[in-house]
């Protein structure tokens, strides 16, 4: 086993990273698990650390949208826009892949997904490093995506050599992932950290469901079922109306703004008890960890109002019920 250290030393981050070597970085999101994306032998250590089958491609993250064209190609006018407004951000671009990014990143598409991360260490990072790095979320393939470096520890200490330690990602859900169709509108890939509606805010239009991908359609790691998926049975619904369905269990539930009159044995986990969707979005999978750590039989989940993160947090709940519902 390896030793696995948390600090906030950059220059050590620089030098494992230079040398080939895996490193746990912080974003705004979620915590990434970075690598030289030129770097195939870089490249391959992020899949075997994380058990993720290589057909899954991995986001490149560029220190600044002025270096996308070193990196993509036939960039639409609307993603230079959305970037102008949304980058450094949550917000990843499905783009024509040039040449220099290894088929290993992509999974051998001819697309590549890029974002300029939001975390000033990160951006530190970035800026003392002659390549962009290569990195999926910080977990297991397949468990819930990390928020502090403790969560990266849990996953993969003893795997990895270094965690840049930079706190609580403070949007707490992955980036969204957009691409664009020939006609050059925008297809939503992912719901993610940054809202649908600020996207059709700013694109001055409504995302129709035929440009959204759906669960049926894989084509991002995050729409596989499990992905998100506490070890726990869990339900989304009405949470007084479900409680009564498992008297006897012990059972956690998971609410946006209100705690329930309901029998004072379940553990009632309110995300934001001042209703506010970015609060509770940043708080949702530090919440799932921790249920997942004790020893419930039964998830309860509410459906959050749909507008704004609440539209991605409903996305991450749905993901992890499916799955264990069936069983
Ligand atoms: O916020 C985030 O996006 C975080 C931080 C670390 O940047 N990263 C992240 O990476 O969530 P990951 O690998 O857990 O999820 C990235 C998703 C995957 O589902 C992958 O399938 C999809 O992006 N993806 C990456 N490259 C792609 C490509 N070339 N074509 C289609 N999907 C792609
Ligand atoms: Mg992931």
């Known amino acids: 086993m390896m030793h696995t250290r948390i600090g906030t030393d950059i220059n050590k981050a620089i030098e494992l990273l230079t040398q080939d070597e895996v490193v746990a970085i912080p974003t705004e999101t979620v915590y990434g698990l970075a690598a030289n994306a030129l ?18 491609p991995l986001i490149v993250h560029i220190r600044s949208w002025e270096e996308v064209s070193r990196y993509a190609s036939a960039i639409p006018d609307i993603a230079h826009r959305l970037a102008r407004k949304f980058v450094p951000g ?12 290894p088929d290993l990143v992509t999974a051998g598409s001819e697309f590549v997904a890029i974002r300029v991360p939001k975390h000033p260490l990160t951006q530190t990072l970035l800026e003392g490093l002659p390549f962009p790095i290569a990195a ?19 996953s993969l200490g003893g795997k990895i050599p270094y965690i840049l ?69 869990l339900y989304i619904g009405d949470i007084p109306a479900l409680s009564h369905q498992f008297t006897g269990k012990r059972i956690a539930s998971i609410q946006f703004k209100n705690r329930y009159p309901i029998d004072p044995e379940i553990d009632q986990y309110v995300l934001s ?42 996305d991450r709940l749905y993901r992890a019920q499916a799955i264990f519902k069936t069983e």
């Open 39 to 56: 770097s195939g032998k870089a490249v391959l250590k992020i899949f075997e650390t994380k058990e993720r089958p290589q057909f899954n």
């Open 90 to 101: 949550p917000l990843t671009f499905l783009l024509r892949k040039k040449e220099i990014i």
């Open 136 to 154: 999926p979320s910080a977990n297991q393939f397949g468990y819930i995506s990390p928020t502090l470096p403790e969560h990266v520890m849990d």
């Open 165 to 233: 330690d930079g706190g609580p990602a403070n949007v707490g859900l992955e980036s969204t992932i957009i691409g664009f169709n020939e006609e050059e509108e925008v297809i939503v890939y992912r719901a993610g950290g940054l809202s649908v509606d600020s996207l059709e805010k700013e694109i001055g239009q409504t995302i129709s469901d035929l440009h959204r991908e759906s669960v049926s359609k894989p084509k991002s790691s995050g729409q596989l079922k499990s992905h998100y998926a506490p070890g726990i049975a």
């Open 273 to 314: 008890a001042d209703g506010d969707l970015n609060n509770a979005a940043a708080q949702l999978f530090k919440t799932m960890r921790e249920i997942d750590q004790k020893d419930y039989d039964v998830i309860l989940a509410e459906v959050f109002p749909s507008e704004g993160l609440g539209a991605a947090i409903n």
